[in-house]
């Protein structure tokens, strides 16, 4: 069974950098695409930020020029470089990954929490 840990979350100032990292342990195979969401209280989980095995990447508008998706597709291991937080950035991230019909393949880790406030 595959586990998904996040770390790499924590307090940061508005205009500050967090890099998220997300592991996939257990995994028997590589996937083609991996994905980091992002869900705050009383909302759905959003889809943020995704990645092909080819590095082809792409973002929710709100974090274009600001957030940068790696991945490591040898391990299923995949990064978040998050630069120039703004408070509406706050949440809890997962990653996951993305099946074609955008459901998840995994079941959902336990996230890392991302609080910017001054």
């Known amino acids: 069974q595959v586990q998904l840990v996040e770390s790499g979350g924590g307090l940061v100032q508005p205009g500050g950098s967090l890099r998220l990292s997300c592991a996939a342990s257990?995994?028997?195979?590589?996937?083609?695409?991996m994905a980091w969401y992002r869900q705050t209280p009383g909302t759905q989980r959003e889809l943020v930020a995704e990645?092909?095995?080819?590095?082809?990447?792409s973002y929710v508008d709100s974090v274009k020029g600001r957030f940068t998706i790696s991945r490591d597709s040898a391990k299923n291991t995949v990064y978040l470089q998050m630069n120039s937080l703004k408070p509406e950035d706050t949440a809890v991230y997962y990653c996951?990954?993305?099946?074609?019909?955008?459901?998840?393949?995994?079941?959902w880790g336990q996230g890392t929490q991302v609080t910017v406030s001054s």
């Open positions: 996951n990954a993305p099946l074609a019909s955008g459901s998840p393949l995994w079941s």
């Open positions: 257990g995994s028997r195979f590589k996937v083609y695409a």
């Open positions: 990645i092909t095995s080819g590095g082809t990447s």
